[in-house]
């Protein structure tokens, strides 16, 4: 087993230091294919961007565009069948796994422990001491504005709760990088708003890095500071928008200013042609 | 007292009601003479019967013999169906290795072991153990292998990205996954453990609730073999009532929220 004794020590949490001047994430010429009846079949195709230390990058496209498949290559849950992804300068696959968080679309809290056991397990597999693990725990709770949750199942709390519990898990541990799989569509609009908000909140005050996957154009805007578009399948990089919009924002106002509406302007004449051939009108 | 439970009160004493109505009307219909008592016995001369094992202490080591068969073999049984289960969940190519060999044996009635097992471990309590062993160990095997394929797959990736070691994916994922799906299946293997014990007994022993109902038989004692068959379903009644709140322990995070107030 891998010795992580010294990660918590280590400043994850601040990108700078050794990694200055690195890029969080670089993904070079990606290509990725699976094995389909006979042939193989592209999911992504020659994708390449990177992602500055500190950074919040939306990655939009039709869905079926590749975007779990991305997030997935640059976790090193999969393998890249071309290219490379670099995380901080290493490798996907040999990342140390404390530096990547990864909040799930579906649920991926572990039914038979309770919110704050939940929350203190990233700690635990580092090597934490139960007492200390669960006290940290608990100020993540407090953070997430989960306190008096503490010993509610995650079968015990609303979808948003849930949520909420998921952050907290995965910022407890500090990771550099926290890739994140369209983390809040099965919420209602005023929760998705809420938790759009507070992310942002725990985003300045982490200073991780986030790539936020979603296939929900004015989500991608209001939160990030890039957004790359995809194509529709196979998944290319069709192209890549900054975002000037001041922050700290509030999602759901930001949404009603001009340079939001300009943005979304822009970049929805790109995703829109994606949109619809991926439907069938082309 | 709350509506629940002076409902659950009322229903209690109705099934009990029920139940001396038809014990009454056993007793009444053989003191008719509309029954024979050669055949069916009646409920006060069971009641007697019992009153007399537990009077003479007869009965203790009988029970004890069951219980311990039972107990044993239940827990080994559950114990090793539920380390080969997860050993052939987490290794696919075992698995479909042995799950033709293992359906057929599922299928078996596993009674026709019994004179190999006889054969092997004599006719004393080993065999009986062994007997239960060979059944419950399936429903132990089969749950688990249900229960760590049901294991959410988002779960399983969270976990790992988390940098779980293949160590703690099993302590913190698949052994609690598997140990709920156990302890709901406790229940239904106890029953199994009981059958397997009290079979073995009845084709050879010296010993057991087994002993005394197939020995009563033989001797024409219905009375005997009434309160054999009494005995044991008092037994299995307790012993799953307990099972009952270890498993309303064990499985809260499967509940709703509590409405409090």
Same mark, same amino acid.
């Given at each position: 087993?891998?010795?992580?004794?010294?990660?918590?020590?280590?400043?994850?949490?601040?990108?700078?230091?050794?990694?200055?001047?690195?890029?969080?994430?670089?993904?070079?010429?990606?290509?990725?294919?699976?094995?389909?009846?006979?042939?193989?079949?592209?999911?992504?195709?020659?994708?390449?961007?990177?992602?500055?230390?500190?950074?919040?990058?939306?990655?939009?496209?039709?869905?079926?565009?590749?975007?779990?498949?991305?997030?997935?290559?640059?976790?090193?849950?999969?393998?890249?069948?071309?290219?490379?992804?670099?995380?901080?300068?290493?490798?996907?696959?040999?990342?140390?796994?404390?530096?990547?968080?990864?909040?799930?679309?579906?649920?991926?809290?572990?039914?038979?422990?309770?919110?704050?056991?939940?929350?203190?397990?990233?700690?635990?597999?580092?090597?934490?001491?139960?007492?200390?693990?669960?006290?940290?725990?608990?100020?993540?709770?407090?953070?997430?504005?989960?306190?008096?949750?503490?010993?509610?199942?995650?079968?015990?709390?609303?979808?948003?709760?849930?949520?909420?519990?998921?952050?907290?898990?995965?910022?407890?541990?500090?990771?550099?990088?926290?890739?994140?799989?369209?983390?809040?569509?099965?919420?209602?609009?005023?929760?998705?708003?809420?938790?759009?908000?507070?992310?942002?909140?725990?985003?300045?005050?982490?200073?991780?890095?986030?790539?936020?996957?979603?296939?929900?154009?004015?989500?991608?805007?209001?939160?990030?500071?890039?957004?790359?578009?995809?194509?529709?399948?196979?998944?290319?990089?069709?192209?890549?928008?900054?975002?000037?919009?001041?922050?700290?924002?509030?999602?759901?106002?930001?949404?009603?200013?001009?340079?939001?509406?300009?943005?979304?302007?822009?970049?929805?004449?790109?995703?829109?042609?994606?949109?619809?051939?991926?439907?069938?009108?082309? | 007292?709350?509506?629940?439970?002076?409902?659950?009160?009322?229903?209690?004493?109705?099934?009990?009601?029920?139940?001396?109505?038809?014990?009454?009307?056993?007793?009444?219909?053989?003191?008719?003479?509309?029954?024979?008592?050669?055949?069916?016995?009646?409920?006060?001369?069971?009641?007697?019967?019992?009153?007399?094992?537990?009077?003479?202490?007869?009965?203790?080591?009988?029970?004890?013999?069951?219980?311990?068969?039972?107990?044993?073999?239940?827990?080994?049984?559950?114990? !090793? &169906? %539920?380390?080969?289960?997860?050993? @052939?969940?987490? $290794?696919? =190519?075992? *698995?479909? +290795?042995?799950?033709? #060999?293992?359906?057929?044996?599922?299928?078996?009635?596993?009674?026709?072991?019994?004179?190999?097992?006889?054969?092997?471990?004599?006719?004393?309590?080993?065999?009986?153990?062994?007997?239960?062993?060979?059944?419950?160990?399936?429903?132990?095997?089969?749950?688990?292998?249900?229960?760590?394929?049901?294991?959410?797959?988002?779960?399983?990736?969270?976990?790992?990205? !988390? &940098? %779980?070691?293949?160590?703690?994916? @099993?302590?913190? $994922?698949? =052994?609690? *996954?598997? +140990?709920?799906?156990? #302890?709901?299946?406790?229940?239904?293997?106890?029953?199994?453990?009981?059958?397997?014990?009290?079979?073995?007994?009845?084709?050879?022993?010296?010993?057991?609730?087994?002993?005394?109902?197939?020995?009563?038989?033989?001797?024409?004692?219905?009375?005997?073999?009434?309160?054999?068959?009494?005995?044991?379903?008092?037994?299995?009644?307790?012993?799953?009532?307990?099972?009952?709140?270890?498993?309303?322990?064990?499985?809260?995070?499967?509940?709703?929220?509590?409405?409090?107030?």
């Amino acid at each position: 087993m891998r010795v992580e004794v010294s990660a918590p020590a280590l400043p994850v949490a601040a990108p700078a230091g050794d990694d200055r001047g690195v890029p969080a994430v670089e993904v070079v010429r990606l290509t990725r294919t699976f094995a389909g009846t006979g042939t193989a079949v592209p999911a992504l195709v020659d994708v390449s961007f990177t992602v500055a230390p500190g950074e919040f990058v939306s990655v939009v496209g039709p869905s079926g565009c590749g975007k779990s498949t991305l997030l997935h290559l640059i976790c090193g849950l999969l393998r890249p069948s071309q290219g490379e992804v670099r995380i901080f300068g290493t490798p996907a696959g040999r990342v140390q796994p404390g530096r990547i968080g990864y909040v799930f679309q579906r649920d991926a809290l572990l039914p038979w422990k309770t919110a704050l056991d939940n929350v203190a397990l990233p700690l635990l597999l580092r090597g934490t001491p139960p007492a200390r693990a669960r006290q940290t725990a608990r100020a993540w709770m407090h953070r997430v504005g989960l306190a008096g949750f503490e010993h509610h199942y995650p079968s015990q709390l609303s979808g948003g709760m849930r949520k909420r519990v998921a952050l907290a898990m995965t910022m407890v541990y500090h990771p550099a990088l926290i890739l994140m799989d369209e983390p809040f569509a099965a919420l209602d609009v005023q929760t998705r708003n809420l938790m759009e908000n507070e992310l942002l909140a725990l985003w300045a005050q982490t200073a991780s890095t986030i790539l936020f996957v979603t296939h929900d154009l004015e989500e991608a805007i209001a939160l990030a500071d890039r957004v790359v578009v995809l194509t529709r399948r196979p998944g290319r990089v069709k192209a890549i928008y900054t975002v000037d919009l001041p922050r700290p924002r509030d999602v759901t106002e930001v949404r009603g200013s001009e340079a939001f509406v300009a943005t979304y302007r822009r970049i929805w004449a790109d995703l829109r042609d994606e949109v619809l051939a991926a439907h069938g009108h082309a | 007292m709350t509506h629940a439970r002076r409902q659950g009160l009322a229903t209690a004493g109705a099934q009990a009601a029920a139940v001396l109505t038809v014990l009454a009307a056993w007793e009444g219909a053989v003191r008719a003479g509309r029954l024979s008592q050669e055949f069916v016995s009646r409920p006060g001369a069971v009641a007697a019967e019992i009153w007399r094992w537990i009077a003479t202490g007869e009965l203790w080591p009988h029970l004890g013999a069951t219980v311990s068969a039972a107990l044993a073999g239940l827990v080994l049984g559950l114990g !090793l &169906g %539920a380390a080969l289960g997860l050993l @052939l969940a987490l $290794v696919p =190519l075992l *698995a479909d +290795l042995c799950e033709p #060999a293992l359906a057929t044996l599922n299928a078996t009635p596993r009674i026709v072991f019994y004179p190999v097992l006889a054969l092997w471990l004599g006719l004393g309590i080993a065999s009986k153990i062994a007997l239960v062993v060979t059944i419950v160990a399936f429903v132990g095997l089969f749950t688990v292998l249900e229960a760590v394929r049901a294991v959410d797959r988002t779960v399983v990736a969270q976990v790992r990205v !988390l &940098g %779980a070691s293949s160590a703690a994916m @099993l302590r913190h $994922v698949y =052994l609690p *996954a598997t +140990l709920v799906w156990i #302890a709901a299946g406790l229940r239904t293997s106890l029953g199994f453990a009981f059958v397997g014990a009290i079979l073995g007994e009845y084709m050879a022993s010296m010993r057991g609730l087994g002993y005394l109902i197939i020995g009563a038989q033989h001797l024409f004692q219905p009375a005997r073999v009434m309160a054999g068959l009494v005995v044991a379903m008092a037994l299995v009644w307790a012993l799953d009532a307990g099972l009952a709140t270890l498993d309303a322990r064990w499985s809260a995070w499967r509940q709703e929220p509590r409405h409090e107030g």
